[in-house]
């Protein structure tokens, strides 16, 4: 029986060669269905998230649907690709030391072609797991550091060792409109659950 070998996108993941974590983020993918292999792939991911499966293996070796996506690729041989960086990271604790510094935070960002922010995972809020109505516009950001992991969900994870970026004011003007329009819905729906509530009473 012959072995297909790693692809070289494979050769290059982080989590194959130092042991990360995790190296794409579910959140956002862009594939090309209509192109056969894209397409085997599509299904063997879709494979890896049906319940037995992702019980048993895929959520047991990663955290949730993340790794699955590019799994599915590298499994049936369709040619992938992830970003140029390694996941990257926003936040508002920002610590000095001397000319180092660190940025901590609970959401992994993502960069485009251009090496500028293009999304971040979490949502808008500081820390989903932990409170679902605490919202945090990040301030700073860094790429390609040094990764300090929490050592679960609850507390932040940090990276130093590389140039301290800041949003800057387009950026942080979009988040802090994104926040005020969230609030505006969560206002509504806890209105609109009320009312229910009371007519559920009545």
């Not at 990271?89 to 500028?116: M, P, W, Y």
């Not at 820390?127 to 050592?151: I, L, R």
Request: proline share 2%.
């Amino acid at each position: 029986m012959k072995h297909r070998q790693p692809s070289d996108t494979l050769l290059k993941s982080l989590v194959y060669t130092d042991d990360y974590a995790e190296e794409g983020d579910s959140g956002v993918v862009v594939m090309d269905k209509g192109r056969l292999p894209v397409l085997l792939g599509l299904l063997h991911t879709c494979w890896q998230n049906t319940l037995s499966v992702r019980e048993k293996w895929t959520y047991r070796v990663t955290y949730g649907d993340k790794e699955s996506w590019w799994f599915g690729f590298e499994l049936t041989g369709a040619p992938y690709s992830f970003e140029a960086h390694y996941g990257s990271i926003v936040g508002s604790t920002v610590h000095h030391e001397g000319n180092a510094s660190e940025v901590c935070g609970f959401t992994i960002a993502h960069l485009d072609h251009r090496d500028k922010l293009l999304w971040y995972n979490g949502s808008l809020l500081k820390n989903k797991v932990v409170d679902a109505m605490e919202f945090e516009v990040p301030t700073h950001w860094m790429t390609d550091g040094v990764w300090w992991k929490g050592s679960d969900r609850s507390e932040m994870s940090c990276m130093s060792e590389t140039l301290l970026r800041t949003l800057d004011a387009t950026e942080i003007g979009i988040l802090e409109e994104s926040v005020r329009i969230a609030q505006e819905v969560d206002q509504r729906l806890r209105q609109e659950e009320e009312r229910e509530i009371d007519m559920e009473g009545n």
